[in-house]
């Protein structure tokens, strides 16, 4: 599920700044990763460093940073990879950034929600963030870290606050919860599920989740207690792995 999203997420990201950079090569981004050793962190990175588009990928953390880079160095792709720990070596690590992705900050336990984070989390992010608009104010900065609903906010009043603020660089990850509703309803369906796409809307955090379940391609149907159901499922689907992994991610 995780490699899914990913890969999706990098290949758009990378796209993207590719029309948006024109002096940049188009497989030739230099790509941070700030939180690279959490439980998100790390497989993210691992799959960064396997892109033909990314030909320097810098990672941070506050621990353990030299030890995950080590590691991804040893496999033979084109990305160098760097370590970065602390916050006296953020700004080397973010220096020269196309793109910089933040999954760090704390993961949720059994029982929170995504907003019980906000108070931990949105002083993580204003950091990061304060660093990015004073090192890379031009990168693409992709939100990961949870509420998104609320560090994208964060982020985007940080770079306003330092002049640099463009709407179309700043913006959350959610391409989780249009995964999640591909394969729920292709399950649901018997249908294969690289061959389904939900659009879904409103941010990621709980009820605010809302797949278009009545665009969806192909076109399906379901009946009304169903439907509702199946709704329910995708909004609630990141307790249920919260739940199932004891809160370790």
């Known amino acids: 599920m995780f490699s899914r999203v990913a890969k999706y997420s990098i290949t758009s990201i990378c796209g993207i700044t590719s029309r948006k950079f024109g002096t940049t090569p188009k497989n030739n981004f230099k790509v941070a990763v700030l939180g690279a050793s959490g439980g998100i962190g790390q497989p993210l990175s691992l799959l960064l460093k396997e892109s033909p588009l990314v030909s320097h990928l810098s990672l941070y953390d506050i621990a353990n940073t030299p030890g995950v880079a080590a590691d991804l160095s040893h496999i033979n792709s084109k990305a160098k990879v760097t370590g970065h720990l ?9 220096k020269s950034c196309n793109v910089v992705v933040i999954p760090a900050g704390v993961p949720r336990k059994p029982g929170m929600t995504r907003d019980d984070l906000f108070n931990t989390n949105a002083s993580i992010v204003r950091d990061l963030a304060d660093a990015c608009a004073r090192t ?77 379940l009545s665009q969806a391609t192909p076109s399906v149907s379901f009946p009304a207690g169903e439907l509702d159901a199946l709704t329910k499922r995708i909004q609630e689907a990141g307790t249920e792995v919260v739940k199932a992994k004891a809160g370790t991610i």
């Open 86 to 94: 602390g916050p006296d070596q953020l700004d080397e690590c973010l």
């Open 136 to 212: 890379c104010p031009k990168a693409m900065i992709c939100i990961i870290a949870n509420p998104v609903n609320s560090t994208v906010p964060i982020t985007s009043e940080v770079f306003k606050k330092h002049n640099v603020y463009d709407p179309n660089r700043i913006f959350g990850v959610t391409t989780l919860d249009v995964v999640r509703a591909n394969a729920f309803v292709a399950e649901a369906k018997s249908l294969d599920p690289t061959q389904v796409n939900i659009p879904v809307i409103g941010g990621h955090s709980g009820i605010t989740i809302i797949p278009l």
